[in-house]
T-cell receptor
């Protein structure tokens, strides 16, 4: 079946460091890909998405490019802030007509000042 | 304005009890979902309703019964609660544009309900 694999966490960085969180997927057909973020004590918020190969999603300084050849959707940010500390989830939608999200295991990110 | 709301935020109960979690969305969406997040933060879909019709039902014990009185509400009723039901339950909604095409619309999540079964 369809699945999403994220890099193991937790990830700890200093402020202004470069961030990469790896995400690879297995899917039949052409899924849409998403990154969601969960801040402490809150629900999930969509961070960015890409719906077809070579699309780049971007938001709040974060970027991810849909790479069909490597089945990847890695999340990057050039300079992280303390406020980026959260759990990040990579996900794909795999059902036509109804968007069933399949999530990766989540990566906890902590940014130290 | 709260887009997707859930009540209660916290729920602590004894094994064997029956409890309900309510979800409401004011986004005008046609589709609503329930997800379960376990203690390791792993998120998995449980159910999805489109215009009050069940369209996704993962391998969830039949002690869990979703109910959708209208397309703005999707409640989750759990019978005979077990220790393993302890988790955070998230409701979500989205607008499914066209049946038969991959939906790319964003799912909006509620704040979650933390259920603890003692």
């Amino acid at each position: 079946g369809n699945s999403v694999t994220q890099m193991e966490g937790p990830v700890t960085l200093s402020e202004e460091a470069f961030l990469t969180i790896n995400c690879t997927y297995t899917a039949t057909g052409y899924p849409s890909l998403f990154w969601y973020v969960q801040y402490p004590g809150e629900g999930l918020q969509l961070l960015l998405k890409a719906t077809k190969a070579d699309d780049k999603g971007s938001n709040k300084g974060f970027e991810a490019t849909y790479r069909k050849e490597t089945t990847s959707f890695h999340l990057e940010k050039g300079s992280v802030q303390v406020s980026d500390s959260a759990v990040y989830f990579c996900a794909l939608s795999d059902k036509w007509g109804a968007q069933k999200l399949v999530f990766g295991q989540g990566t906890r990110l902590t940014i130290n000042p | 304005d709260t887009a997707v709301s859930q009540t209660p935020k916290y729920l602590v109960t004894q094994m064997g009890n029956d409890k309900s979690i309510k979800c409401e969305q004011n986004l005008g969406h046609d589709t609503m979902y329930w997800y379960k997040q376990d203690s390791k933060k792993f998120l998995k879909i449980m159910f999805s309703y489109n215009n009050k019709e069940l369209i996704i039902n993962e391998t969830v014990p039949n002690r869990f019964s979703p109910k959708s009185p209208d397309k703005a509400h999707l409640n989750l009723h759990i019978n005979s609660l077990e220790l393993g039901d302890s988790a955070v339950y998230f409701c979500a909604s989205s607008q499914v544009v066209l049946a038969g095409t991959p939906s790319t619309d964003t799912q909006y999540f509620g704040p979650g309900t933390r259920l603890t079964v003692l």
